[in-house]
């Protein structure tokens, strides 16, 4: 027979179920599936069988030639000091809100009643557990975020042409080009602008109220400051007017918070008289992307009746999300707003001092970090960080998980503020990788 000699060492390939078996194949096939793990395997078979590479090299060149996740995101260490990161996602979910996450991945009792098992109403739970935050609050309602929030409220009690009266010195853009006033007249109402960019009176706003008027917007100006010679009507002026007074708070603080006196919250803002109150899920409150809407029950059911709430509606990973957050430990960005100075130099001396006896030009500082766009501008929260030669930088973002510190007069900044203690290792590994 023209057989292959018993030396063949083509004889010698692993069988494809044997190399799927390789420990980090057979993780590969948990995330890519199957069919594509089995087809770089049998690629790499056929490479050992035309001689190209040895037999033992399969498993290798299997996992050489496996594509790369072409996941948009990778993992982030937030080491800026911004406690609400737009660019990096925002809040960071809570533990419990990650574990509600992968349960309602599945089938959930979302929509359904098990004890009855009949349907019921959607996210009860997550808006009962806003509700509950909230006791000032007549009803709640979640859409997408805080943009859909303010597009419901406008569409449908002003979207048949009426005026939302609202102050120069609060027509904010929220980021990437998008402008609240654009976002509101897109629903078809019209805007009446008050007073000027620095200063507003409350005879601006009643000069401008009539029969047209279908409620006065107050906008948190959340991601700017405007110093000097300025004045803003404040929401209980503002409620005695006899309109319906909308706030959007941005920042979704539920109840006022000690370090961040002058940042408005969902529970003073409807004491004070406003009808309704919008918020986002994922700045200060910590939780996923929505948009939060408290107020008097009758508005809040006209919103939540209106045909595009469908269109705004939430799905069921974000009101597990959102529940786990509002019921369950303080998330990440709760806890470093709350972070006492102390710890923080400890941390930050600490890894200082590792580093350092490891040759690497590593000084603990301390520092100033920040809430961010999310909210409370000109706020600044003392922090400690680990100061580092600048080039760091760019070699700690391409790791993974990435690091992304802050630059400041010619050294890489890692802030502890922004960082879970739990992360330390973490982030002393990555100082480590990028050095060796
Ligand atoms: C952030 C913010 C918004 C936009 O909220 P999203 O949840 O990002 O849609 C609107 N208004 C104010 C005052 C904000 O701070």
């Not at 006033?181 to 009643?206: I, K, M, Q």
């Not at 009539?210 to 959340?222: E, I, N, Q, R």
């Amino acid at each position: 027979m023209a057989g292959e000699p018993d030396d063949d060492p083509r004889r010698r390939i692993p069988r494809t179920d044997a190399v799927l078996a390789h420990p980090r194949l057979a993780e590969a096939e948990r995330v890519l599936g199957r069919a594509v793990v089995k087809s770089v395997v049998v690629t790499a078979q056929q490479r050992a069988r035309a001689g190209e590479i040895a037999p033992d090299e399969v498993p290798g060149a299997a996992l050489a030639a496996l594509p790369t996740l072409a996941s948009s995101s990778c993992a982030v260490l937030n080491a800026t000091g911004v406690l609400v990161h737009t660019n990096l996602g925002r809040a960071p979910l809570s533990r419990a809100a990650l574990d509600a996450v992968m349960t309602s991945g599945g089938n959930t009792d979302v929509e359904f009643d098990l004890t009855t098992g009949t349907r019921a109403r959607r996210g009860r739970g997550a808006l009962a557990a806003l509700a509950d935050a909230v006791p000032s609050a007549g009803d709640v309602h979640v859409v997408n975020n805080n943009a859909a929030a303010l597009l419901l409220c406008a569409l449908a009690l002003a979207g048949d042409g009426g005026e939302i009266v609202v102050s120069r010195g609060e027509l904010v853009e929220i980021g990437d080009g998008f402008r609240i006033p654009d976002l509101l007249a897109s629903t078809g109402a019209r805007l009446r602008e008050v007073g000027t960019t620095n200063r507003t009176h409350l005879a601006d706003y009643a000069e401008a109220i009539g029969p047209a008027t279908a409620f006065v917007l107050k906008v948190h100006p959340s991601n700017f400051l405007v110093t000097g010679f300025t004045s803003e009507v404040a929401v209980p002026e503002l409620a005695g007017l006899g309109v319906p007074i909308v706030a959007d708070i941005g920042s979704g603080l539920l109840a006022p918070h000690p370090a961040l006196p002058d940042e408005p919250d969902a529970d003073t803002a409807l004491r004070e008289g406003a009808r309704l109150v919008t918020a986002s899920g994922d700045k200060l409150l910590g939780g996923p992307q929505a948009g939060l809407l408290l107020g008097d029950a009758d508005l809040v059911q006209r919103l939540r009746r209106h045909p595009a709430a469908r269109a705004l509606r939430v799905d069921k990973l974000t009101l597990a999300a959102l529940e786990a957050t509002l019921r369950g430990p303080a998330p990440p960005v709760r806890a470093a707003l709350d972070a006492d100075l102390p710890p923080l130099l400890d941390r930050a001396a600490r890894l200082a001092d590792r580093l350092a006896a490891e040759g690497v030009d590593a000084v603990p500082v301390e520092s100033a970090a920040a809430v961010g766009g999310g909210g409370a501008p000109g706020v600044r929260l003392p922090s400690a960080a680990v100061s580092l030669p600048e080039d760091y930088a760019a070699a700690l973002r391409a790791g993974d998980p990435a690091v992304v510190g802050r630059i400041e007069r010619g050294r890489c900044l890692l802030d502890l503020r922004t960082v879970a203690e739990d992360s330390d290792e973490q982030l002393l590994e990555a100082v480590r990788r990028c050095t060796s």
